[in-house]
């Protein structure tokens, strides 16, 4: 009966370094979904039409979360996703289900987009919105790369797991065709002296995924790109801004006057909302319902309630720089005539507003490194005549300047 078990020891002996390479790439691969890449190509093709949250949350089309993993096979949703139609003319059930729900309103389509694109922005979507990971980190807010930090260590600790089972599994058959039982610490170092090079690589990655971590969080301090937290009112910069093509300077006019750009108060969404008060649907009446809320004005004899006790809309802030770092938004936007979108990202395609720069130092310089400044504006011809004498027909650009220096940006 012992020499049953024989063949299979020598053959599991042999492939032990094999199995254990194997497992690893499972688990790599299975890691290997690119949450950053999905976040990205969901944020400039998805949010439009789709909210990141319950599935009650309508936009165009029904909020999006993990839950569609469990309610569609992958395969449906490449095909969903890479061409809606086509699946809802094949007559499937669950695809014509969907689009009577939503009044034959039709999703684009996104041929383009390999399995893999997919799989990234499934991931992401699994993930859900980076508010969370924000939220817990909120002192020091840190986002994305601690994701991927706490993905590598789950990884190690898999490895090492997968080894100590397959020792295990040795011993079991070990046991079982008769020969000598080694005790589980001795045969974990015996292949220890017999895999060196396995050891080494190990701790080179544990050693670089801790520095990696240590280096992140020393320079990502305060970083919160692609913050899009819930506001008390949903308000779409793709309506306004977008459709409705109202300026950005109608909301935030002191953005061209002085150092902060400001959120508009509840009285000059009234300079409309006196007279519009129905939303594109049931839930856009009920958040303009909140505006007449927050100042007592009553829509049905448009007057505002006497004596009420008026509150302020208690937006969410999106941007915030440390207070150790001064910017101001008029010497980059009157002066230097820059876009907000420069900074801001397409701003007017936001359903949902979010940070869309780094607003780190190191992206204040680069860019400070990298434009020149306009020599025909009114400003330099005024106050700054000595540098165009002192670089006499050279390129200028902002760090020349002076955009380098730390007390122009450090109080
Ligand atoms: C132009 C608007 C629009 C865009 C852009 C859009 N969708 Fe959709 N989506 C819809 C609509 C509308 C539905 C509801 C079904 C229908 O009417 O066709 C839907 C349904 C879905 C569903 C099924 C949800 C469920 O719970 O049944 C998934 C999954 C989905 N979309 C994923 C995506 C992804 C991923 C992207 C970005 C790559 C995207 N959509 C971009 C409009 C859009
Ligand atoms: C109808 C008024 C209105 C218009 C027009 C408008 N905004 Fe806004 N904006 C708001 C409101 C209200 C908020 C706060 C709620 C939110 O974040 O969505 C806001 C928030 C922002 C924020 C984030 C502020 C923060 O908390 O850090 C930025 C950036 C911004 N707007 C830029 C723009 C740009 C760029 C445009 C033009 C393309 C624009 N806005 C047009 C009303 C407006
Ligand atoms: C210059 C005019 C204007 C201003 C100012 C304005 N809005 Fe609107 N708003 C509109 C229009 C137009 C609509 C679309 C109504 C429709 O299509 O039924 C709208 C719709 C809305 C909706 C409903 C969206 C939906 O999905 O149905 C909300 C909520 C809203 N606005 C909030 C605000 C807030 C908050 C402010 C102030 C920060 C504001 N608006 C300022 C013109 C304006
Ligand atoms: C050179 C880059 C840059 C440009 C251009 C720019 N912004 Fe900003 N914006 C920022 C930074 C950085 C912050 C964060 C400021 C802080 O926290 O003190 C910010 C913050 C904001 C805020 C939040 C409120 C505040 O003042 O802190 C709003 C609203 C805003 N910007 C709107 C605009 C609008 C509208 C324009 C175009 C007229 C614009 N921005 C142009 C970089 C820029
Ligand atoms: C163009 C503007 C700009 C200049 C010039 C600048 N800084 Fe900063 N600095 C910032 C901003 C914005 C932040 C906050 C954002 C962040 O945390 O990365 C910051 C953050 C810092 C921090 C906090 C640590 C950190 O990474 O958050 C230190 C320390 C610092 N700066 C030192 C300096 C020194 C020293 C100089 C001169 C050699 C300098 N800065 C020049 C814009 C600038
Ligand atoms: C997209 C490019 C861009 C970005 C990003 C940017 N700046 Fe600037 N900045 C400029 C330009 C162009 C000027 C020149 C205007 C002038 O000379 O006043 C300027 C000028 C300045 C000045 C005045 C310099 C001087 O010597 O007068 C300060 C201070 C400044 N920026 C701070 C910041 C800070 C802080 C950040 C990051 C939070 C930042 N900038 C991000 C383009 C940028």
């Not at 959120?263 to 009446?285: D, F, K, L, Q």
Request: glycine residues 6%; contains cysteine.
């Amino acid at each position: 009966m012992k020499g049953f078990y024989n063949p299979f020891l020598s053959l599991f002996k042999l492939h032990f370094n094999v199995l254990l390479i194997f497992q690893i790439c499972c688990i790599v691969s299975l890691n290997a979904q690119d949450i950053d890449a999905g976040a990205s190509l969901y944020k400039a093709n998805c949010t439009s039409c789709h909210y990141m949250g319950p599935y009650e949350k309508k936009l165009i089309g029904p909020g999006l979360n993990a839950e569609i993993l469990e309610k569609y096979s992958r395969e449906w949703l490449y095909d969903w996703i890479r061409n809606s139609s086509e699946l809802i003319e094949s007559g499937d059930k669950q695809a014509v289900a969907i689009y009577e729900e939503f009044n034959k309103a039709v999703m684009t389509a996104f041929p383009q987009f390999s399995n893999e694109d997919i799989d990234n922005i499934l991931a992401y979507i699994e993930q859900g919105p980076e508010e969370e990971v924000v939220e817990i980190a909120a002192v020091e807010s840190v986002e994305a790369p601690e994701t991927n930090q706490t993905t590598l260590f789950i990884v190690l600790a898999l490895v090492l797991g997968n080894l100590m089972l397959l020792i295990y599994v040795k011993n079991v058959l070990k046991t079982a065709a008769g020969e000598k039982k080694v005790g589980f610490f001795s045969s974990a170092l015996s292949w220890v002296r017999l895999n060196p090079s396995f050891v080494i690589l190990f701790s080179v990655v544990f050693v670089f995924a801790g520095m990696k971590g240590c280096w992140n969080s020393l320079s990502k301090v305060g970083v919160a790109q692609n913050y899009q937290p819930d506001q008390p009112i949903a308000f779409s910069h793709q309506l306004h801004a977008g459709e409705q093509g109202i300026d950005c300077n109608y909301c935030h006019h002191s953005a061209r006057e002085s150092a902060h750009s400001g959120i508009p108060s509840a009285n000059v969404c009234m300079n409309c909302h006196t007279h519009i008060n129905e939303g594109r649907s049931e839930e856009g009446t009920k958040e303009i319902n909140k505006i007449y809320a927050a100042l007592g004005f009553d829509p049905n004899s448009k007057t505002y309630i006497p004596g009420y006790e008026q509150k302020p809309i208690e937006w969410v802030r999106i941007h915030n720089l440390p207070d150790l770092a001064y910017f101001n938004h008029a010497q980059h936007v009157n002066v230097a005539g820059l876009e907000c979108q420069t900074c801001h990202g397409e701003v007017e395609e936001m359903e949902v507003a979010y940070q869309h720069s780094k607003l780190t130092m190191g992206w204040c310089i680069n860019c400070h490194r990298e434009t020149e400044i306009d020599l025909d504006n009114p400003y330099y011809h005024d106050l700054h005549a000595n540098w165009i004498d002192k670089y006499h027909g050279e390129e200028i650009t902002v760090d020349m300047i002076g955009g380098r220096e730390c007390a122009k940006c450090h109080y």
